[in-house]
């Protein structure tokens, strides 16, 4: 138990007490009065009011109940309660983990319901608010302060440093889940940002707070990738609300993409990746649907998961690697689509059972409509033949050979749009516009050259003989290619200016060697250095190289910015007609929303916060991959969770920031601070009656 105002208490003790026994201390002073006989008055003579001193202070039913109903009301004033979750701060910050797994459903509503996660997280988070220290009712005392921070990939302050715990509820029940993936650092360093800071002359300090540290209280199933970067302040403690149980079971879909046979483009395989976060095995069927009617069904058992060495982990504990699975389906199809995989039982067909996060259960790509691509190769080389007869080899439509005034002459006319994918070799158009990436609208190879402008890429010069050290093996260009037997007599040496739009994707010893360049209506994938004066025309992943290049951007021709999947949490970027109008996009659920249009057709719409279908109408004219829906043009987009980190939902023991390992927290966020004067005040009322009803019956002892 504690007392907030126990000195103002005790100096109204001091007073009230001394003065209430002083009047009983006190006589009444009569008058001499004649009467019969004193028999009647024997009961009216005694003291009923004292306006003399002093008499003998006699036991006293009143005074008793009186001095009752004052210590009541003193220790009300002291203002006692009792202490719920401890606090060690007089500022915190609440952090919300609001990604994907936090939609599992493996928490309680306190009896048997289930609730999500997130739910339950809310509600431990007003708990704690609920505990936060008021200014006292008689007193000044400085109340506690909170802020409100909501991450996924990205965190937001919902509410900055405040003590009123109104505007803290409602900022902790607009929080709602981004169906994405998840990452504190961001969260962490906004915390941070928003300590009070201490000033000399006007400048604040950086690294040096003010007043108390913070608390910081993390709600979370502590499936943080990246929480070795998350750094609080060295006098800030942290405290880990785990949400989740940590042997909760789960299958996901971690992948799914469509591809079709180079030489047959008609030829389709679906390829369905699964992951099983259960410490049994599991048998489950993937059904697949085109455009919403059933393909295929196949049936697959997952591995389960298992403990990975606990040397491996910097905490010395195992853990769990998922075991991963997968399927494929194979059919004729020219006609592009709308594909769905959805998990089942198999014994049923019913949705999947002791599965608590549903979200990854499903998954969409779209197909574009199969075709046999139109390829210009630019180049004033004489020494172009190679790359002329790799490009060959794969089953095109057309494949011209032009030299750069040809190709000058065509983007003067307007013409590029016959081609589909243009390859540059030793060779980059000039740009007048300095917004632009180094390159015109359209879908490119760049071969021993550097884009530059928006891009984002810096040539800094000849880097000499080197090799690949590291690529992204799962990249759709580089899958099933190695570079590690690659020599490069003559390379260049490459850098990456932050914020840029490229991305690298391989990586020589100088730098950057493989570059992927994706911003509005251009993609590019740039080979840095002379595929001519390197070993690697003679391995065989040159042709596979080239033929997945060719085919990743020939598919996406028409599509506009970007691929037509995003991730929840991005920012969904297209380019419709110019011509287009009355857009709007219909998310999951079916609600709608308006958009408008820049007057190059470029429509921005997110982040996005759910997985599944979004659909983009228009009226006006549709793109050469666009289908009708009545009056209207429409463009379809997927989104889908695919995130093994996030599938695998059973909740952590602890977090390992990069300063210290977090345990779970053991105490319970719900138990609140227990105010105990109100229950006095009522005490003291009704002594008070019980005084009243005794003097009236003049009942003494």
């Given at each position: ?324 699975g997968g399927v494929v389906f194979q059919m004729d199809r020219m006609e592009g689509a709308l594909i769905a995989a959805r998990l089942r039982e198999p014994d049923t067909g019913e949705g999947l059972r002791d599965d608590v996060l549903s979200l990854d259960n499903r998954a969409w790509t779209v197909l574009p409509p199969a075709k046999r691509l139109a390829v210009a190769v630019v180049s004033d080389r ?116 932050p914020g840029s739009i490229s991305r690298a994707i391989a990586w020589a010893e100088q730098g950057p060697a493989i570059i992927e360049v994706t911003k509005a209506d251009t993609r590019a994938l740039v080979v840095t250095f002379d595929v001519i004066q390197t070993n690697w025309p003679f391995d065989a992943g040159f042709v596979v190289f080239f033929g997945s290049a060719i085919r990743a951007l020939g ?16 920012v969904l970027s297209d380019r419709i007609p110019a011509d287009a109008s009355s857009v709007e996009i219909t998310m999951p659920g079916g609600a709608t929303q308006r958009l408008t249009p820049a007057p190059d057709g470029r429509i921005v719409f997110g982040p996005v916060a759910r997985t599944g279908v979004y659909e983009v109408r228009w009226s006006g004219t549709p793109g050469p991959t666009d289908v ?74």
């Amino acid at each position: 138990m504690t007392w907030l105002t126990p000195g103002l208490a005790a100096l109204a003790g001091a007073i009230a007490i001394p003065t209430l026994l002083i009047l009983y201390f006190l006589k009444l002073r009569r008058r001499d009065l004649e009467v019969s006989t004193t028999l009647l008055w024997k009961k009216a003579i005694q003291d009923l009011q004292a306006n003399a001193p002093f008499q003998k202070l006699r036991r006293n039913i009143l005074l008793i109940l009186q001095l009752l109903v004052l210590g009541a009301l003193l220790i009300a004033l002291a203002q006692p309660q009792m202490k719920g979750l401890s606090l060690s701060s007089s500022k915190h910050v609440i952090m919300i983990d609001r990604s994907a797994s936090m939609t599992a459903t493996d928490e309680t509503d306190g009896g048997t319901a289930p609730v999500s996660r997130i739910d339950a997280a809310k509600k431990q988070a007003n708990d704690l608010v609920d505990q936060l220290r008021e200014e006292g009712f008689w007193s000044a005392s400085s109340a506690d302060e909170a802020m409100v921070i909501a991450f996924d990939s990205q965190a937001e302050v919902r509410q900055t440093f405040t003590s009123d715990k109104r505007q803290l509820r409602q900022a902790i029940e607009s929080i709602s889940t981004i169906e994405g993936h998840t990452a504190v650092e961001e969260a962490m360093r906004l915390a941070r940002a928003h300590a009070p800071r201490k000033f000399v002359e006007g400048q604040a300090i950086e690294g040096l707070d003010s007043g108390d540290p913070l608390q910081i209280h993390v709600f979370s199933d502590g499936r943080l990738p990246d929480s070795a970067k998350a750094k609080p302040g060295p006098q800030d403690s942290v405290v880990y609300h785990r949400l989740g149980k940590t042997d909760s079971p789960n299958v996901g879909v971690t992948s799914i993409r469509a591809e079709r046979s180079f030489d047959n483009p008609s030829k389709l395989s679906v390829h369905i990746g699964l992951s099983n976060a259960t410490i049994m095995e599991r048998t489950v069927e993937v059904e697949l649907l085109l455009d919403g009617e059933i393909a295929g069904i196949k049936s697959t058992t997952l591995a389960a998961a298992k403990a990975e060495d606990s040397t491996k982990d910097p905490s010395g504990k195992s853990k769990f690697v998922s075991g991963n699975g997968g399927v494929v389906f194979q059919m004729d199809r020219m006609e592009g689509a709308l594909i769905a995989a959805r998990l089942r039982e198999p014994d049923t067909g019913e949705g999947l059972r002791d599965d608590v996060l549903s979200l990854d259960n499903r998954a969409w790509t779209v197909l574009p409509p199969a075709k046999r691509l139109a390829v210009a190769v630019v180049s004033d080389r004489t020494d172009r033949g190679l790359i002329l007869a790799v490009l060959e080899g794969l089953p095109l439509s057309r494949l011209s050979e032009l030299t750069s005034s040809q190709y000058e002459d065509l983007a003067r006319r307007d013409k590029l749009g016959e081609y589909d994918v243009i390859v540059l070799d030793s060779y980059l158009p000039k740009i007048a516009d300095p917004d632009a990436p180094g390159l015109p609208p359209g879908r490119y190879v760049v071969l021993n050259a550097v884009p530059q402008g928006a891009s984002g890429l810096v040539d800094e010069g000849d880097g000499g003989t080197t090799g690949i050290v590291d690529w992204v093996r799962d990249h759709p260009v580089l899958r099933g290619v190695s570079l590690d037997s690659m020599l490069i007599a003559k390379s260049r040496k490459v850098s990456l200016k932050p914020g840029s739009i490229s991305r690298a994707i391989a990586w020589a010893e100088q730098g950057p060697a493989i570059i992927e360049v994706t911003k509005a209506d251009t993609r590019a994938l740039v080979v840095t250095f002379d595929v001519i004066q390197t070993n690697w025309p003679f391995d065989a992943g040159f042709v596979v190289f080239f033929g997945s290049a060719i085919r990743a951007l020939g598919d996406d021709a028409s599509a506009g910015v970007m691929p037509r999947s995003v991730q929840p949490g991005s920012v969904l970027s297209d380019r419709i007609p110019a011509d287009a109008s009355s857009v709007e996009i219909t998310m999951p659920g079916g609600a709608t929303q308006r958009l408008t249009p820049a007057p190059d057709g470029r429509i921005v719409f997110g982040p996005v916060a759910r997985t599944g279908v979004y659909e983009v109408r228009w009226s006006g004219t549709p793109g050469p991959t666009d289908v009708t829906d009545g009056d209207k043009a429409l463009r379809v987009y997927t989104s889908n969770l695919s995130d093994a980190e996030e599938s695998d939902v059973a909740a952590a023991e602890d977090v390992a920031l990069a300063t210290k390992v977090v345990a779970a927290s053991q105490e319970r966020v719900g138990q609140s601070d227990q105010r105990l004067w109100p229950w006095l005040v009522l005490i003291a009322l009704l002594v008070i009656m019980l005084e009243w009803f005794v003097y009236n019956r003049k009942v003494h002892i």
